[in-house]
């Protein structure tokens, strides 16, 4: 998948520049050419000796060659290359990147570049928590850059804790997956994520605990595997953009069916992750409601619709339709009347018994259960171990 590919590697000063070297030597493993460029302050971690001997290519860092004045074009690089890697990507870097500060040799080749560009940021917890690097970032993404996120944390609804480079190994595995044929390349998939809120009066609601853990680990499962996912989602805490989302953000039950049902034609898969409310109060007072003594209030509830289930009765024979149940007891014989009744080809069935399992955990167990009879069941691994598990599985059935 990277055999042949030529890929520009930028190096910026950060600690992590050291891994620079196992990345080079990952990537020419899998046959690809690097061509390394670095800045000024990538020079005091890493020499460029180093770079040179493991990349058989003389490093390029300046405008002009120090030896006989000869000029280095970026332009050339930015046409040559297949994809631009920049790893470690410092917040001075990504900062000037964002804000196209042409200043050194790599960011003008970074600016000339015409191949996509992955960027794998290097920083203290602090300094990539800052609203600064986190809106460089975005401007980052909304220009069609990938972000290889941060070692640690993706699915934390806070930024805690994250800054460390990204494993070498895990960027070449996502760079695989980015060049690599799947059966995702070119699909469109839908995923619900998150809890619906009901409104009851202009301050209060009905809701749920859902993260949109699950379902976000899913979009970025579909997205590293090619496809692009329309991610409509309940109000959430969590934020992942990638060029391949198209985020729709909706509050209640009926927001959702109405965006499911209209976009769902236009996929192959849908998956249904959201943690939708049932019910809704059947009249949204406009006024604050107030208590009045001690009587007790009784709300009247009105069913929502089953988005599940009307896209199940909307199906082409060459849609996947994927639902989810979080069950507490009879778990395996209730998922398999949901599927049944919503006309679902696949169920993920969680059961609220299994430590680890639910709302609010970064890890989750599961098992798959297809129309087709087939059950499979899954250690307890993180939300996004799980994750691709069930796209590899939806992928072997589109
Ligand atoms: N679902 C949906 N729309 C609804 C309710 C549920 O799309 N109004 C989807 C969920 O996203 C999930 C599946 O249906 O994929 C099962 O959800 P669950 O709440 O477990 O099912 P219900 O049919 O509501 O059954 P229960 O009586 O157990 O709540």
């Known amino acids: 998948m990277l055999k042949g590919k030529k890929i520009v590697l930028g190096i910026t000063g950060s600690i992590a520049a050291y891994k620079a070297a196992y990345l080079i030597r990952a990537l020419i493993k899998k046959g690809a050419e690097v061509q390394v460029v670095i800045t000024p302050a990538g020079k005091e971690f890493i020499t460029p000796t180093t770079l040179s001997a493991l990349t058989n290519k003389p490093v390029v860092s300046h405008f002009f060659s120090t030896d006989d004045g000869s000029w280095h074009s970026h332009v050339d690089l930015g046409l040559w290359a297949d994809c631009m890697v920049v790893a470690p990507a410092t917040a001075a ?3 000037k990147m964002a804000h196209g500060i042409a200043d050194n040799m790599l960011i003008t080749t970074y ?5 996509p560009v992955f960027i794998a940021p290097a920083m203290d917890a602090d300094m990539y928590a800052h ?3 986190q ?3 975005e401007l980052l993404k909304s220009y069609g850059n990938h972000i290889i996120e941060p070692a640690t944390g993706f699915l934390a609804s806070t930024l805690e804790g994250k ?3 990204e ?17 995702f390349s070119k699909k469109k998939i839908l995923i619900t994520v998150g809890p619906t809120y009901e409104k009851l009066d202009p301050v209060r609601f009905l809701g749920n605990h859902s993260s949109g853990k699950m379902g976000f680990a899913l979009a970025k499962a579909c997205v590293m595997r090619g496809a692009s996912v329309i991610l409509i989602a309940g109000p959430v805490a969590m934020h992942y953009s990638h060029p ?7 509050e209640s039950a009926e927001e959702m069916y109405d965006a499911a049902v209209s976009r769902f034609p236009e996929t192959a898969v849908a998956i249904l992750c959201a943690a939708v409310a049932d019910f809704r109060p059947a009249q949204v007072a406009t006024e604050k409601i107030k208590r009045d003594g001690d009587r007790p209030l009784n709300i009247e509830l009105v069913a929502n619709p089953d988005i599940a289930a009307a896209l ?4 082409r024979s060459d849609q996947l339709l994927v639902g989810f149940a979080l069950e507490t007891d009879h778990a395996e014989a209730n998922a398999q009347e949901k599927l049944r009744k919503k006309n679902l080809d696949l169920i993920v069935l969680n059961s609220l018994k299994d430590e680890g399992a639910g709302f609010k955990t970064d890890t989750n167990k599961i098992t798959l259960i297809a129309a087709s009879g087939e059950k499979k069941e899954f250690p307890l691994k993180s939300k996004q171990e799980v994750a691709n598990d069930i796209i590899e599985e939806i992928g072997k059935r589109i």
């Open 93 to 95: 870097s990504i900062g």
């Open 111 to 115: 600016l000339a570049m015409k191949a």
């Open 131 to 133: 609203p600064s690097t």
């Open 135 to 137: 809106r460089n970032l």
């Open 163 to 165: 800054g460390r480079m």
């Open 167 to 183: 494993e070498p190994d895990e960027i070449v595995r996502q760079l695989e997956l980015f060049f690599s044929e799947t059966p």
């Open 244 to 250: 391949l989302i198209e985020r729709i953000d909706v």
């Open 312 to 315: 199940g009765r909307q199906k």
